[in-house]
């Protein structure tokens, strides 16, 4: 089992930036592909972007060239920089973590799931 939890997640300006950890306990996770994902008020949740055990990344049209997902294998962490928020960035961000894909893309690929932090971004 791996437990996953996040934070770094406020309220911000829009144009500002946040940076989001998921820290991971009971496994390491150098085999596990890492993401994040979000879900807006009455929206279903999405993946913004994920990386693999070998660093390859995958991001959502929407937050390309803004946010930045990486990972530190020793501190068993995975992070999401975000910056250039937009308030249609505002949502509750999910860290996700799966063994059973070299890269997975949707929500039923990933068996291990935070318990989300807020991200809040004023226009």
């Known amino acids: 089992q791996v437990q996953l939890v996040e934070s770094g997640g406020g309220l911000v300006q829009a144009g500002g930036s946040l940076r989001l950890s998921c820290a991971a306990s009971?496994?390491?996770?150098?085999?596990?592909?890492m993401a994040w994902f979000r879900q807006a008020p009455g929206k279903e949740r999405e993946l913004v972007a994920a990386?693999?055990?070998?660093?390859?990344?995958y991001y959502a049209d929407s937050v390309k060239g803004r946010f930045t997902i990486s990972r530190d294998n020793n501190k068993n962490t995975a992070y999401l920089q975000m910056n250039s928020l937009k308030p249609e960035d505002t949502a509750t961000y999910y860290c996700?973590?799966?063994?059973?894909?070299?890269?997975?893309?949707?929500?039923?690929?990933?068996?291990?799931w935070g318990q989300g932090t807020q991200v809040t971004v004023s226009s």
């Open positions: 996700a973590a799966t063994g059973r894909y070299a890269l997975g893309l949707t929500r039923v690929d990933y068996d291990y």
């Open positions: 009971g496994r390491t996770i150098s085999v596990y592909v």
């Open positions: 990386i693999s055990s070998g660093r390859n990344t």
